[in-house]
């Protein structure tokens, strides 16, 4: 069974609105983390925001945040007042457990911003 | 804080010869080193985890033999793609993640190299 789940295999936005990237995720264990990360074109992993299972709010990052919904295993990505530089490749990926183990990855969702 | 430098950042190489590629942790302890395959459009799929000084734990269905890593220091780890074939092309990725104290929990613990775009022709 896939522990994280992105449904959108791509998005389309207008510049300066906001999107909605869609993750799910599957653990039996109470300690988790989630992260967004940003994949250019170049391939580069960049980090976007992270959430915590024990945390009570929202995680922010500028103009992003992330809509964690933990009883429906829900971690949305939100993109406010997108630009043309945001599009991308976006990847949800959870940490089981407390130690630095590995993460497991969604399979990613193409953003397009257009003009 | 918190970088890793991967390379080569791109590389051609014939069948059946073999191709190293390189991981260092400029600014902190890469205690537990990540790679990672990633063919175009698709996710990151986990080959193998190394920790410092000991044998990388494999995960199921990639040769231990084809994809040879060493983590013998605390800022380098190696990914050596043995006799490569065609489909052994892909992009490769480390992350590296670090002790305490050492900045390497940067990034909430994981730092990624900038990829190496392997083409085997």
């Known amino acids: 069974a896939q522990k994280i789940t992105q449904t959108q295999p791509g998005m389309f936005v207008q510049e300066k609105e906001a999107v909605t990237l869609d993750c799910t995720y599957d653990t039996s264990d109470p300690s988790y983390g989630l992260f967004w990360y940003k994949q250019p074109s170049s391939g580069e992993m960049i980090f976007l925001i992270y959430q915590g299972s024990y945390d009570q709010q929202n995680a922010t990052e500028g103009r992003y945040s992330l809509n964690f919904q933990k009883a429906r295993k829900s971690a949305n990505l939100v993109i406010s007042a997108s630009q043309l530089g945001d599009s991308a490749m976006y990847f949800c990926?959870?940490?089981?457990?407390?130690?630095?183990?590995?993460?497991?990855f969604g399979q990613g969702t193409i953003l397009t911003v257009h003009p | 804080g918190a970088v890793v430098s991967q390379h080569p950042s791109r590389v051609i190489c014939k069948s059946g010869t073999s191709v190293k590629i390189e991981c260092r942790s400029l600014?902190?302890?890469?205690?537990?080193m990540f790679w990672y395959r990633q063919f175009p459009k698709q996710s990151l799929m986990l080959m193998a985890t190394?920790?410092?000084?000991?044998?990388?734990?494999?995960e199921q269905g990639v040769e231990k033999d084809k994809f040879l890593i060493n983590h013998a220091s605390l800022t380098l780890s190696t990914l050596t793609v043995t006799s490569a074939h065609p489909e052994d092309s892909s992009f490769y990725i480390c992350?590296?993640?670090?002790?305490?104290?050492?900045?390497?929990?940067?990034?909430?613990?994981?730092?990624f190299g900038s990829g190496t775009r392997l083409t085997v022709v």
């Open positions: 990926a959870m940490r089981e457990g407390t130690s630095y183990g590995k993460l497991t």
């Open positions: 992350s590296a993640s670090g002790a305490v104290g050492t900045g390497g929990r940067a990034n909430y613990g994981y730092t």
């Open positions: 600014d902190f302890q890469a205690t537990t």
């Open positions: 190394s920790n410092e000084g000991s044998k990388a734990t494999y």
